[in-house]
């Protein structure tokens, strides 16, 4: 693994952002951190690089079954950015196709610090708050959606199920909490998709994120990972929250 820390005090690609720190290691991509001078996120995390690093490797390592790169995405730029907006967070990714390299992803994550300040109640819930932040849109970054078909319930469940395999959990999650279908997403579908792994089948989710790179998406694969349909977990796992 090989790390560099730049630091400017100039601005550097968007005038309200400072560039804070990049890593450089062999299997991930070059991860960059940019904050506006205001908030100082360094107070909060003061080692940046290890930091950014070590969620790349959880979101990489809890998503993906195998050591195989050409199931994996070829991510090779990850710009983070903080910054003043509305909303919690996004992500984006621009691709670069060729036939000799296949396709690069130069991906980007936005997150709100208006939304980390309702976390400033101690330096370690805000901490925690955006590590789940960013291993939930880093998810987003490497998973696999099944060229676009893949409903957006379960892109989200996967992406809420990696926040909570990586012990990173949001604040207010309720494990016992009823959903109103399979693919409320977001917790409820991540809670399911636990469920699902501890009744009938571990490492479920890292295979289906495998069989969607390729693949269209249908409920069916549900049925192909656990020989039962999505409706009939789905009913077995509400009994279990009733109890
Ligand atoms: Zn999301």
Known sequence: MRLNIFRKLT??????????SSATTDNLPKISVFCPPDFQIN??????????????????????????????????????????????????SKTVTSLVTGTKYISEIHVSIEHLMKFKSSNQN????????????????????GKGTANSGLIE???DYVRLKTGNPGSNWNRKSVPATWDAGYQSTAFFLEWIENRYKQGMVKLMNEKLKDTKYSD?????????????????YIVTLKK
């Open 11 to 20: 601005n550097f690609f968007k005038p309200q952002n400072t560039f804070l």
């Open 43 to 92: 107070k909060y995390i003061p080692d940046l690089v290890n930091w950014s690093v070590s969620c790349s490797n959880k979101v990489k390592e809890t998503l993906y079954g195998t050591l195989d790169v050409s199931k994996q995405k070829n991510v090779i730029s990850l710009n983070i950015y903080l910054e003043h907006m509305s909303g919690v967070a996004f992500t984006r």
């Open 126 to 145: 805000l901490v925690k708050e955006l590590t789940g932040v960013i291993i939930h849109e880093g998810t987003h970054v490497y998973q696999h959606n």
């Open 157 to 159: 469940g996967i992406a």
């Open 220 to 236: 069916d694969i549900f049925r192909q990972m656990t020989g039962k349909s999505v409706n009939q977990l789905f009913k077995e």
